[in-house]
């Protein structure tokens, strides 16, 4: 089946620090990405779509500016948390839209997650 | 707007019994649905989805699911838990652009 990886697994970051996570789709094109948050013992909550080419739409209530999410190839989308604050920490997840034959329809295959934890 | 609801935090069951997992669900317009699970350290994987073809979905490892739209219901269940069940289950919903709403999540639990 298709595979979805993020990197890296598990990061522990300073308060002020940037962090960088990467989404990557290996055996398959991702015109689109989705970025989650997951809190301990809670569901998933979607922050925003990254769309290859183009900026990526956030969800109500995320800050554009502070979770910057790029999305260079079919295969890559990063999100990046600036000046991390420990309320930042959470665990990260992204899936990817397999694009299918017209008509079809497309997955979504999600990859294993990050952990960000900010001292 | 498209929402899911969980009707049960936690499961315990014995193994070898049967699993039920309710999910009740609201949208605007005929939905995709899913369910999808959740084992510890590992990404989640998708393990049936209902996209308006038959109302019964059978999905891997031998779980099912049946879309009733006249309770909006799309309840997972499996006939005989394995230990290997043992995790968490979202059920889910797909609405506009491809996005993709979750339910609170049940926590399964599998007694030996």
């Known amino acids: 089946g298709a595979v979805v990886s993020q990197h890296p697994s598990r990061v522990i970051c300073k308060s002020g620090t940037s962090v960088k996570i990467e989404c990557r789709s290996l055996d398959f094109q991702a015109t689109t990405m989705f970025w989650y948050r997951q809190f301990p013992k809670k569901s998933l909550m979607l922050m925003a779509t990254?769309?290859?080419?183009?900026?990526?739409?956030?969800e109500q209530g995320v800050e554009k500016d502070k979770f910057l999410i790029n999305h260079a190839s079919l295969t890559l989308s990063t999100l990046t948390v600036t000046s991390a604050h420990p309320e930042d920490s959470s665990f990260y997840i992204c899936?990817?839209?397999?694009?299918?034959?017209?008509?079809?329809?497309?997955?979504?295959?999600f990859g294993p997650g990050t952990r960000l934890t900010v001292l | 707007a498209q929402s899911v609801t969980q009707l049960d935090s936690h499961v315990s069951v014995s193994e070898g019994t049967p699993v039920l997992l309710r999910c009740n669900y609201s949208s605007s317009y005929s939905p995709s649905l899913f369910w999808y699970v959740q084992h510890p350290n590992k990404g989640l994987q998708l393990l049936l989805k209902y996209t308006s073809a038959a109302t019964l979905v059978k999905g891997i490892n031998g779980f099912e699911a049946e879309f009733k739209k006249s309770e909006t219901s799309f309840h997972l269940t499996k006939p005989s838990a394995h230990m290997s069940d043992a995790a968490e289950y979202f059920c889910v919903v797909g609405w506009t652009d491809y996005k993709l709403s979750f339910g609170a999540g049940t926590t399964v639990t599998v007694r030996a």
């Open positions: 990254s769309n290859e080419g183009s900026k990526a739409t956030y």
């Open positions: 899936s990817a839209r397999e694009m299918r034959r017209v008509g079809s329809t497309d997955t979504q295959y």
